[in-house]
């Protein structure tokens, strides 16, 4: 499989890791809970990356460098991975639970009210 964004589907990355995951013989060890702790492991090796740095300073890390940008990317491979696998074990169909979560989330929080502030400031 090859192709960015615009070219790969979200089932495809779920079969993609639903491959890896079989020829391992991990779904033995792929159970929600265990899942769901991988993530919030992986998600944290994430923050690492940026835990001494300051906002301005992370946002020029996606702009220049390369060498310093490639442990994030790998990072958050890991992290969607993980959500990936979870969603396969569940059966959850990811682009209906991100627009019905995106549903929620604009009359929780609706544009007029929330422009240019977050949800504490409210």
Known sequence: MSGNDRETSIDELK??????????????????????????????????????????????LAAGDVQRLQPVREELADCICYCLALANEMQIDIATAVRDKMVKNAIKYPADQFRGRYGADA
Request: no cysteine.
């Open 15 to 60: 079969q993609l890791v639903e491959q890896f995951v079989s020829q391992r013989d991990w779904h033995q060890f792929h159970a929600p809970k265990n899942l769901s702790m991988a993530l919030a492991i992986e998600a944290a090796e994430l923050m690492e990356h940026f835990q001494w740095i300051s906002t301005e300073e992370s946002r020029q």
